[in-house]
């Protein structure tokens, strides 16, 4: 097991828990300033917190190594990232809800605009709205034959995007992309990555080929790429690891399929991240841990825009009192990985830290911010061990040996 | 695999990286001053660049252990230290340029001076000259009789220092030392130090047996001892592994025999570290990766000579801004360990470490030492997380996992 607790040492204890997870947090100085987004951001709850909680520094992986969602989302949870670690289509078809069987093998397919002689123009085919997308999901249905021994299904997410699943004996996740991740190139052949995985590539292909024949005439989703091939597999789960009935509030798939694949409960998507903090309230009595997550941050610094990024922390800071009015055992607020705003990406430095409860030291800082949770309590903490401090200072760990 | 590094997160970017590697770096308070060699040590440029930098302390291995320049310096390239060791023999061969072939068993030697009874009474036989030291191998090579099933090769280092060589099939490592490491002993019968190594004992006696009649009538160099015997295996390259072009620029042997175990290409010896920076600049644009090593730090360490250990760091602060003038996208100054010249070993002490790069997030330091880069962003960092932070800081790394 790569789990980082040691044996026996989970308890059955009644402090509540809630992760606020700030999507992309962590950030880099403004050239002119000198502060990080974070460090701009008017943040008089956070600041305050910070100066009566543990504080450090949250680091997703190994230094040096940004992480994507997936990765990112699972450390925080207290699963190794790297023993762990699970391909985008697995994480898709969980987003949208699709009941996934040990074996499955799905991938996470793009619509897509194709030229007369095959080139990809664009990877998202003008962005289809919701509805649009699900009339071509439903035409996708109708008209592809499943090959074989193969069960074969179609889930419409968002936009461009949705979730395609293969069910049958034998399959496999090593099948590589065909997305090329650029345009002006036709789509990629499926290989096998590994040796079995020929026949998977095979139905893989076929399907693929039959979805560009159903689309030929559409106007502008008139073809499909399809990337991150994973195979589902069953993870022990948070009420397994930690004895914790654990509520999942978050608005996007991705989040809420990582949260389905550790067998979280997930509250019904909120309308805004006001509404994710009603639903805390609603439903505080009914779990022990909540998973609240915040896309903003993430998005804003992705766009490369570092006001935008500082005035959707500040917006979350809006919120704090609200979550410290409930008396949670322990709030930790944290993100899943940093994307400053000069970088436009996911990035590998560390991620601001706070962990609030009354079992902790404190240290001098003036507020939150990158440089203050460097002279913290926690120091520079992985992040696969959150979720060990979070449960000790919550009560719900015994002491190990004798 | 013990690499460092998930898979599939390496990229072929354009960024150069150069580690400036200044052996033995790290230090203790002068028991007057209470300043290490570095705090004391009149160091502007690294100073300057210490404050835009990012800075921490590297841990060549664990807490407490304090490695070999073996160890030191593997850990330093992303190979973990204690899974890839690798004896002295292997190293030493390889730092004389002796092509080993998987399998082979290197040992290394030293001349020494024995009394009519056997002991030894000179562990060094007066340092002899290099050339008088050729002219002793070659004596060995012609009167030595390889025993049946083993080819023996003697390679001339510097001084005292030889190697043997050993290349014949079922072959081990697990041999004791002859070398007591003190005088007025005689030295030690090899043992096995492992099932299956009997044979090799008994080759390896046997011609340590015959170098000791060969010798015989030498007026000092009449005897010699073995130690560090070790098989070598083909190690991933530098290349392999990260996808660069790497150059070693180093002017001892131990160092070469590291760099070429990685697969680097070696610069020819430079005859003063200015040259080494000379070559740098030459090859500036042929490699990815550049290795420079500087060894007077660790050599005035050992010696306990404090002020010349400063002074020898001055010497390379120095020569800092011919670095930066070539605009590396990384430049990471470091030591493979700490040489405290008030301790006059190799030390356990983290390492005063600073990474340059245009993607660093800068603390409040005041310049480069050992206490300064206690505030830094890395915190207290493995040493081989070094070449994975690198690595990202020049735009090397992907996104790992979804």
């Known amino acids: 097991m790569a789990v980082q607790l040691p044996d026996d040492v989970v308890e059955r204890g009644n402090g509540k828990i809630v992760f606020l997870i700030l999507d992309g947090l962590g950030g880099l100085p403004h050239p002119d300033t000198g502060k990080t987004e974070l460090e701009t951001a008017n943040t008089p709850n956070l600041d305050r917190l910070a100066r009566t909680s543990a504080v450090g520094l949250a680091e997703p ?72 997308n699900r009339r071509l999901v439903e035409k996708l249905r109708a008209g592809v034959r499943a090959p074989d021994g193969v069960e074969v299904f179609f889930e419409p997410e968002k936009e461009h995007r949705l979730v395609l699943v293969f069910r049958g004996s034998g399959l496999s996740e090593a099948v590589s992309d065909s997305d090329p991740q650029e345009t002006g190139v036709p789509p ?114 992705e766009d490369g825009d570092f006001e935008g990024k500082a005035r959707a922390i500040e917006a979350v800071d809006a919120l704090i009192p609200r979550i410290e009015a409930l008396k949670p055992a322990v709030l930790l607020v944290t993100g899943d990985h940093s994307t400053p705003a ?40 992985s992040s696969k061990h959150l979720m060990s401090l979070a449960l000790a200072h919550a009560g719900r760990l015994s002491k190990y040996g004798a």
Chains 1, 2 share one sequence.
């Open 61 to 132: 992986v190994l230094p040096g190594i940004a992480p994507g969602s997936g990765p990112g989302h699972l450390a925080l949870f207290g699963y190794d990232p790297i023993r762990w670690n699970i391909g985008r289509g697995v994480l898709s078809a969980l987003g949208v809800d699709f009941e996934l069987r040990e074996g499955d093998v799905a991938a996470r397919l793009n619509f897509t605009t194709v030229d007369a002689s095959g080139n990809i123009v664009d990877r998202r085919a003008g962005r289809p709205s919701d509805a649009e």
């Open 188 to 301: 990629l052949r499926l290989q096998a990555l590994a040796p079995g995985a020929e026949r998977t590539v095979q139905v893989a292909q076929d399907v693929l080929d039959q979805c560009q024949s159903v689309l030929r005439g559409e106007d502008r989703a008139n073809g499909v790429v399809a990337r991150g091939f994973a195979q589902y597999r069953r993870y022990p789960t948070i009420e397994d690891r930690y004895s914790m009935r654990a509520l999942a509030i978050a608005r996007y798939p991705m989040y809420r399929g990582v949260a389905r694949l550790l067998g979280m409960e997930l509250q019904p998507v909120p309308a805004s991240d006001e509404g994710s903090i009603d639903a805390l309230e609603a439903r505080f009595e009914e779990f022990d841990f909540f998973f609240i997550h915040v896309k903003t941050p993430d998005a804003r610094g």
């Open 342 to 381: 000069t970088f436009r990406a996911h990035s590998w430095h560390p991620v601001p830290l706070l962990l609030s409860s009354k079992w902790v030291r404190t240290a001098p800082v003036s507020g939150f911010g990158e440089r203050e949770c460097l002279k913290g309590e926690l120091g520079i903490v």
